[in-house]
């Protein structure tokens, strides 16, 4: 059975403003976007534009069915992720992490992943069965987690994209080269979508 750790929260400000936040179902950016391929950069204070992004991606990666969302995939280049637990059969609320970071692995397991930045395409990934992940929670306070199975799989998968990378660059090249023109597609439609939506705006 896979377990979880995050302290309990406490009555500090953020809590309480967190629960005031609304969140917004935001667009997700998708392969071709440079936002995706780019290092995000780490929080330095929470402030309420941090409290309202963390709020969107909760309601973002729950509208649109993720098990995890990064900030650069909702547009905005700093290192903050949502992950959701349920997703991963563990009873426990979605949350955010702020400036996360891999502190150990352990163990190897293959496993199909899919990514909501890279529609249409599912490819067996190798990734550790445990890890433990440190990094600030929604309260402003240091919290280190420890996750096994789909869950650890999940904080590899969003990690990976606050550091700019992407599930198929785990694959290899071959495997990469046959997804070529998937790629294409999807990076061809993005261009396409913003062109009408420049087109609308204007
Ligand atoms: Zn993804």
Do not use: W
Request: with cysteine; glycine share 6%; proline share 4%.
């Amino acid at each position: 059975m896979p377990r979880l750790f995050v302290p309990i929260c406490d009555n500090s400000i953020y809590a309480h403003l967190i629960l005031t936040m609304k969140g917004r179902n935001l667009e997700i950016q998708v392969y071709g976007n440079p936002v995706l391929q780019q290092k995000t950069k780490a929080v330095d204070k929470i402030t309420d534009e941090i409290l309202q992004l963390i709020a969107d991606l909760k309601v973002t990666m729950h509208e649109k069915e993720g098990l995890g969302l990064a900030a650069n995939q909702v547009g905005i280049s700093l290192a903050v992720i949502a992950v959701n637990p349920k997703g991963a059969e563990i009873d426990q609320e979605p949350f955010a992490v702020i400036n996360p970071e891999l502190v150990e692995c352990s163990g190897q397991i293959e496993r199909e992943e899919g990514c909501l930045s890279i529609p249409g395409i599912s490819e067996v990934v190798a990734r550790p069965t445990k890890v433990i992940v440190k990094g600030i929670n929604e309260e402003g306070k240091p919290v280190q987690i420890n996750a096994e199975g789909l869950l650890a799989r999940v904080f590899m998968h969003e990690i990976d994209h606050i550091n700019g990378v992407f599930f198929v660059n785990h694959l290899g090249k071959t495997r990469l080269e046959l997804l070529q023109n998937q790629l294409k597609e999807i990076t061809r439609n993005r261009k396409n979508t913003s062109t009408k939506t420049k087109r609308k705006t204007q």
